[in-house]
């Protein structure tokens, strides 16, 4: 009987997560050597921020463009804005509501991303969290004017989106995560982008921003082009382009911040345009603040082969052989110097293993230190619940993966002590 059992239980197993053997043990993890951030490809070291910015910045960033998330295959900006609906008592009288449409067009294929804003009313030029949402900007307020988005989202029984349409039944089913009523007392605006509006997060490049790009007969991205977690990037470099045009917003004080897929999207946005005063990354896990090397939890390969479509093709030779990336996700945070960037993890979130969130941070802080910045200080992990506000921010937080108040509050804090 037992052994039947057993059986049954190596199958389930393996057939529950369809080849993958997911490794959780600390003492199992091979042993590697972490590319240095502060050393160029050729070997030279770099000592001085002119180096860093002239140099070794530029060739990171081309090493993630080109081998992990993508590069992005032209400039496009926006045709056109319009503010379509807006509420100067919104929240309780608390707030002033916007909700923009950006519109682009190219190759006669055309694209509208909906930003839901809200501006505190006793900050009339307000320093900004924005920040994309999973199910549409409905889902984060009870409130009944904002707009349920017509692109497709991901089926969910237990909010009630069916055939891949959002509606009403999600109205608010997500208001825990945002912590609107915290953020706007704190004088910080919100802004929010339901990520599909910018591409739809399924394996298929016919929808979303990637077919505005095509030549005749493409019908997806070049294997150095960009995947999904590009394009959501990308859509938030051009809500940044709008920020600058709205006098309700201090666009010197934008922090992005994203949680999970979208903390992976918020970290790349953060590298890619340094509009972005403050960059938070809320329990990203691979391909996200997570050191790619320590293979525990998930990995990259685990990742490529589950979503194939957020990095790009390059990416894939590397499931087999991440010690051969010329990257690790620490040199991620580091193309956030010298602006201040947090990490946050949580305890039993151990498919994004926080213990390789946090060394990301450690191993990024020699990039900090060259701005005279504090990074990570020591390569311990702090005990949960005690927060790190350092230029470089970390905290393991007791829970699951999730965004809670906790979390909302440090970043509050975070943005206080940083931008003021
Ligand atoms: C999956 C995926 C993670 C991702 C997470 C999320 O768990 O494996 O990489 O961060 O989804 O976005 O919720």
Known sequence: MKKIVFIACIFLCYSTNAQRIVNYDESKIPEF????????????????????????????????EEKVYGKIPGALNMTSYK???????????????????????????????????????????????????????????????????????GNNEKFGIKNHKASENSRGIRTYRWAVDKIIEAGYGIATIYYGEVDPDKNDFSD?????????????????????????????????????????????????????????????????????????????????????????GETVKIMNTSFPHWCNENYKYYNDKVDELPVDQHMLISLMAPRPVYIASAQDDKWADPKGEFLSGYYASPVYNLFGKKGIISSEIPKVNQPIHNDIGYHIRTGKHDVTDFDWEQYIQFANKHLY
Not at 215 to 222: A, E, R, V, Y
């Open 33 to 64: 050597t972490l590319p240095v951030a502060l050393e160029m490809e050729n070997g030279n070291k770099i000592s001085s921020i002119s180096e860093w910015e002239e140099k070794r910045r530029p060739e990171i960033l081309n090493l993630f």
């Open 83 to 153: 503010v379509a609906e807006s509420d100067d008592h919104a929240m309780d009288d608390t707030a002033i509501r916007k909700q923009v449409v950006l519109k682009f067009s190219k190759n006669n294929k055309e694209l509208d991303i909906n930003i839901l804003i809200y501006i505190p009313k006793n900050n009339k030029r307000a320093p900004l969290f924005v920040g994309y949402n999973f199910y549409g900007n409905h889902t984060i307020v009870n409130e009944k004017e904002v707009f349920i988005t017509n692109s497709w989202v």
């Open 208 to 296: 979303g921003i990637h077919p505005l790009f095509y030549d005749t007969n493409q019908s997806k991205p070049k294997s150095n082009e960009w995947g999904s977690i590009s394009a959501w990037a990308w859509g938030l470099t051009k809500a940044m382009d709008y920020f600058e045009k709205d006098a309700d917003i201090d666009n010197s004080k934008v922090i992005v911040m994203g949680h999970s897929r979208l903390g992976k999207t918020s970290l790349w946005a953060g590298a890619t345009d340094q509009r972005f005063a403050v960059v938070i990354s809320n329990n990203s896990g691979c391909g996200g603040a997570a050191l790619s090397r320590r293979s525990i």
